[in-house]
């Protein structure tokens, strides 16, 4: 709690400092420039509340701690190249953080990280191992999210009530999508999984009223109860493996829905990059 509500520090300096500590700049009001070029570790709260902060470069920083930029209401942007961790409510109500350059050495963001915030894109490169509960949650501006690596577990609402993605991508294999994740995603009508994926919890997509169309490449996927319920009126899943191949258990009431139509590997192809069923290519 070094520089803790020094409301007239305007300038920070410090080139050999290696760990910020817990709330070591919190409430500094006026705090404009703060340059560490070599800290590793920032700790909780440690930045918060700096509502004159809007840039900062953080070239060596792995690991940001619990609520360190909470409520940075200026903060427009942030650099943070070696990053690894990215602790619970971090960015929690940076309200004008529009755009963020995510590492490939990002394996762990935590919950509530960029809840309600202004994001417009997402591009997660490298291999994510956990993305918390509410993390990107009511991004009301998000309109695309890809993930380049895989990912291992989505917690409960994660990405939920982001009202303008209309682009999600997966490059990877999946693991856990959990429950409400994707939940009043209203503008997304299309996901694509070209790799594996595990399971997709109950409601995991539920209220996307725009999603039509879901591209799945194995057959071992596990979905919980009422996955796509409250979906477009119609939707249509791609399967690229052939109607032969063993059906999950889990499936039976999923595939016994009149609301979805199923389209087997040959019975469909890529049109424009959008899945298209073979008869309405051809007609």
Known sequence: MAFYECANLVTAVFNSLITIGDRAFQY????????I???????????????????ISLPSVEEIGVSSFNHCDNLTSIE?????KIGDDAFYRCEKLREIEFPVTLTEIGENVFYHGALIAVVLPGNIMRIGRYAFASQENLISVAFLGSVVFMDEYAFSSCWSLATLIFTGDVGTIGQYAFYSCSALSVVIFPNHIARIETLGFALCSSLVSIVISNNDLQ???????????YLNVFLEYASTDVIPNNWTSWKANPEFSFYYLGEWEYVDHIPTPNAIEQS
């Not at 500094?28 to 340059?35: D, G």
């Not at 570790?41 to 809007?54: R, V």
């Not at 979905?223 to 009126?233: K, L, P, W």
């Open 37 to 55: 070029p070599h800290v590793v570790t920032i700790g909780d709260f440690a930045i918060a509340h700096c509502q004159s902060l809007q840039t």
């Open 223 to 233: 979905i919980g109860t009422s996955a796509f319920n409250y979906s477009a009126d």
């Open 28 to 35: 500094c009001s006026n705090l404009e420039q703060l340059t």
């Open 80 to 84: 943070f190249p070696c990053l690894t």
